[in-house]
């Protein structure tokens, strides 16, 4: 079975990044589970779903169909051929993204996708409950976090140089607040610490110290 470091954490901690940096580091392709979910969001919202309405998403996920490809050391995703881009990286998005991420079979449908993804070689993956729900018997599973200032303005940075940021700072932290609400108190698969896993906070790390710190607590012989 091909190897898997399960990256976990909330929005703004760096998730993204560390994962990309590893990957690059350890030739392991960076999976980034939440693309998944905005995904489903995106393509909810374009038939004009309710994503407060659990029975329309739960009829609805299983039509949805996600192309995968790996593609400059990344499993990239398109949809009826086309790749999502920021169109899944808008406010909007980030408003309904937790409420569709909570129907149990949208996670069910993202699930499949992210286990299924092992066929492509050694992974990467962050997400929320990669560690602790998709592939707890990872022995590499790591929780990444920040202080809520930190991550509000890393994400607000984010946006504005993407181009797409329509929020103050502080929209930005009550939006983050908000889906950390919901994502750690949902029924299914809630954002948690999953048992064992190593526990960074990055608030005042660089992104290299974030990395070596991952790497000296892999398995040593993924380092061979």
Do not use: C
Request: aromatic share 6%.
């Amino acid at each position: 079975m091909n190897r898997v470091v399960a990256i976990d954490g909330p929005s703004g901690a760096g998730k993204s990044t560390v994962a990309r940096f590893i990957g690059k580091k350890l030739g392991f392709l960076h999976v980034d589970s939440g693309a998944l979910y905005r995904i489903m969001t995106w393509q909810a919202l374009a038939q004009g779903i309710n994503t407060a309405d659990e029975a329309a998403l739960t009829a609805f996920a299983p039509k949805v169909n996600v192309e995968f490809a790996v593609r400059d050391g990344a499993v990239a995703y398109t949809v009826n051929g086309i790749a999502p881009g920021d169109r899944i990286r808008t406010p909007e998005i980030n408003q309904h993204a937790s409420p569709v991420a909570k129907v149990p079979a949208v996670r069910t449908r993202v699930t499949n996708w992210l286990r299924d993804l092992r066929t492509f070689g050694d992974l990467v993956v962050e997400g929320r409950d990669i560690g602790s729900v998709v592939f707890p018997e990872s022995p590499a599973r790591f929780y990444i976090d920040a202080s809520p200032e930190e991550r509000a303005r890393r994400r607000h940075a984010e946006e504005q140089q993407k181009g797409i940021s329509t929020q103050s700072a502080d929209a930005v932290k009550a939006s983050l607040l908000n889906r950390d609400r919901i994502d750690s108190t949902r029924k299914t698969a809630p954002l948690k610490i999953a048992d064992g896993a190593l526990v960074l906070d990055t608030t005042n790390l660089s992104i290299e110290e974030v990395v070596q710190t991952v790497v000296q607590h892999l398995p040593p012989d993924w380092l061979k």
